[in-house]
């Protein structure tokens, strides 16, 4: 039974353990000289006036009837899907964050085509 093996591998060291995020190529080399070099050409966009951004797309989101963590004060219990297979959902929602860094202001956009360089571009004009 699954008990029997569990106890088994248990009497032989082995217990359910997580990844740990430990492994390391180091930094390369010339990491900080990258960064110095995009620092110093959105300082001379920002002296010109010309707009510096940051974009960041944020984990896909399944839209439909799916537990997630949390609650929320109800009456009655949401009924949810006991799964959560790709073909339950209705579509899947994509958080874009777009910050200008000039103007100290940003915006998240979510949509809900394919996470490509189109959508992307869509989002910052």
Request: glycine share 8%; hydrophobic share 35%.
């Amino acid at each position: 039974s699954h008990e029997t093996v569990c106890r088994l591998l248990h009497d032989l060291g082995f217990s359910l353990r997580g990844n740990v995020k430990s492994l390391s190529r180091g930094d390369h080399p010339q990491r900080d000289t990258q960064f110095r070099y995009i620092a110093s050409i959105a300082k001379r966009f920002q002296k010109a006036k010309m707009p510096v951004i940051s974009v960041d797309t944020k984990k896909q989101e399944k839209i439909g009837e799916f537990k997630n963590p949390g609650r929320n004060w109800r009456r009655q219990s949401r009924h949810v899907h006991a799964y959560d297979f790709p073909h339950l959902a209705e579509g899947k929602a994509i958080p874009y964050g777009i910050y200008d860094t000039f103007r100290n202001a940003g915006m998240v956009r979510v949509g809900m085509t394919s996470d490509t360089a189109e959508f992307a571009m869509d989002g910052i004009k």
